[in-house]
């Protein structure tokens, strides 16, 4: 196993380390040694205390306050507080793909992104991941002597590690480059309960099929501890928010469980789910493009399918107790 120091950039929420910097880690070290990047205000002594256990060797801490929200200002502060380590696994979001290629630009760097795992093979990383909507499976060795790595949530399973770091903090000062673009205002937006629709293990999503009335789509997910998903046919109805869209354009995701209620599955929307681990649909139409990926099809409309699925779970539950 190679010994090279492996950067981790960590997301977290309130102060709280999210799972898939979790399972950043776990990945982080079969390829080295991890080290944790956190950009923001330094993490509270349990934060530090979890990234140890998962791995990290060192919490490197740099704070740029409200630049951060610019990707040239945070690409910045990530290459210095990771000058001296050859490879950075970030997790594959929208906004982390741009730092990583601004990221790429500044230290020469290879990239590879959407990846669902790395490993070291004569002293490169290489990736694997699939690819033109998830028709392809491909590996990729980046031959850069520096390396950057986004993974997609759900891809590696988070595992403490057998002999947890004594993580030490640092702070790293930089200086931030002049960028044309700035901040002109800040509008939090409340985030929703439950767990982020790319970082849930399990989605249930909701398509035409609906008519409009995701609450057996919200009950099945919560019953199941996922999020909801949407078809972009329902985002483009107004029947449910964008932010709930998988697709192509929307949210890539890759959970463990992926159940498909009244989608057809049009190549924009498999694009976004088919590297799911497990693929269920229900469908009133039997010939529907859905069922071609689908592990397991349940012919029939989901107003019928969906209550007996939820009343047989919540018996099963109760027997087991």
């Given at each position: 196993m190679s010994t ?17 910097s979790l399972?950043?880690?776990?990945l982080?070290r079969?390829?080295?040694?991890p ?7 330094a ?8 990234l ?5 060797s060192e919490?490197r801490v ?7 929200r ?5 690409a ?12 950075l ?5 929208f ?13 020469g760097?290879g ?5 669902a ?17 998830a ?11 520096r ?13 403490p590690a ?7 903090v640092?702070r790293v ?18 985030q ?6 790319a ?5 249930v ?31 483009d109805e ?9 697709g ?7 959970p ?6 009244g989608?057809?599955?049009?190549v ?11 693929i ?6 039997p ?5 071609e ?29």
């Open positions: 090279a120091t492996v950067a981790v950039l960590i997301e977290h929420r309130d102060g709280a380390v999210t799972h898939p399972e950043a880690l776990t982080a079969s390829l080295g040694t080290v944790a990047v956190w950009l923001g205000d993490p509270a002594a349990d934060a530090v205390a979890q140890g256990e998962y791995g990290a919490v740099v704070d740029i306050g409200a630049e951060s610019l990707p040239a200002k945070a910045a502060a990530i290459a210095a507080a990771t000058q001296d380590v050859p490879v696994v970030v997790i594959s979001t906004v982390t793909k741009e730092i990583a290629t601004r990221l790429a630009v500044l230290n760097a990239v590879v992104v959407d990846a795992g790395a490993s070291m093979v004569d002293g490169r990383v290489e990736t694997f991941q699939t690819v033109f909507a028709t392809w499976n491909v590996r990729t060795r980046i031959d850069a002597d390396a950057i790595v986004g993974v997609r949530p759900n891809t590696t399973q988070a595992t057998e002999k947890p770091a004594a993580a030490t640092s000062e930089v200086t931030l480059p002049q960028t044309r673009e700035r901040i002109v205002s800040v509008e939090m937006v409340e929703g309960e439950g767990v982020p629709l970082e849930a293990p399990v989605v999503s909701g398509g035409r099929g609906t008519n409009g009335d995701y609450t057996l789509v919200a009950e099945f997910a919560e019953l199941l501890g996922g999020a909801v998903g949407a078809s972009r046919d329902a985002t107004g029947w449910i928010s964008h932010e709930h869209m998988v192509q354009t929307g949210t890539t995701v890759t463990a469980l992926y159940v498909a209620c989608i057809s599955g049009a924009h929307h498999r694009g976004g789910m088919q590297a799911s681990g497990t269920v649909a229900i469908n009133m139409d010939d529907a493009p859905i069922f990926i689908s592990d397991f099809g349940v012919v029939g409309s989901m107003f019928d399918v969906i209550p007996q699925a939820i009343e047989t779970i919540k018996e099963h539950r109760a027997s087991s107790v």
